[in-house]
């Protein structure tokens, strides 16, 4: 059912591109239309792929159950790997990677009944905190765009830098309530507490809204 749902993305978008007004356009709906069919059979080749996975998954999800609290994990973890390629291959920057994002937190906040919550930061197996590239650009595009979805719940550890800090800042003085903020080693202790590995309680990502 996903492949034929995918399928008939892939469709839709080859035929807009034909009828495209601008080559803008064209361009963007041929990229789309080459993506959804090439995840019909493989796993994502590049970012973009990654990210338009990502977006259908959360579709169908949404599509098969009644929108409630839904959570995409740590998204500056698993995207990490094609973000990094991209760029050491030089067909992404950073800046087409913003873009990226801020076309899919569009569709994100097109999603009225539901919490779509991310994590980012945390801690990495050796203690330290986990910081890369998307885990700025996921909380700039909440401060540029100002959505209330996706909510945005951030991992906070002793030894964050300073710049990711700021960048924290930045985001609360938007006034979107944003990001939620979580301390690593009390949520890690609390998971642990209940019989959790200490890795799997690493790997800790929030759900829905935090009052």
């Not at 792929?49 to 995409?72: G, K, T």
């Not at 569709?107 to 994590?119: E, M, P």
């Not at 930061?121 to 910081?131: E, I, L, N, R, Y």
């Amino acid at each position: 059912g996903a492949i034929l749902y995918l399928k008939r993305y892939a469709e839709l978008a080859e035929k807009m591109a034909a009828e495209a007004e601008t080559d803008l356009q064209k361009k963007n709906l041929t990229r789309i239309a080459d993506s959804c069919a090439w995840l019909t059979h493989d796993k994502p080749r590049t970012f973009f792929d990654a990210v338009q996975l990502l977006w259908i998954a959360q579709e169908i999800m949404m599509a098969e159950n009644v929108p409630a609290s839904e959570s995409l994990g740590r998204m500056d973890v698993y995207l990490a790997p094609y973000y990094e390629k991209d760029k050491a291959e030089g067909i992404l920057t950073y800046n087409e990677a913003s873009e990226i994002l801020d076309a899919l937190w569009i569709k994100f906040s097109g999603n009225l009944h539901s919490y779509q919550a991310i994590t980012v930061s945390g801690t990495t197996a050796d203690g330290k905190t986990f910081v890369n590239d998307l885990t700025y650009l996921i909380m700039e595009s909440t401060r540029k765009l100002k959505f209330d979805q996706p909510l945005i719940d951030f991992r906070y550890t002793d030894t964050m830098p300073q710049r990711l800090w700021m960048e924290v800042v930045e985001l609360i003085k938007t006034g979107t309530g944003f990001p939620g903020i979580f301390y690593d080693p009390i949520c890690m202790r609390a998971k642990m507490s209940t019989g959790q590995s200490e890795e799997d309680a690493r790997n800790y990502a929030i759900i829905g809204c935090v009052e």
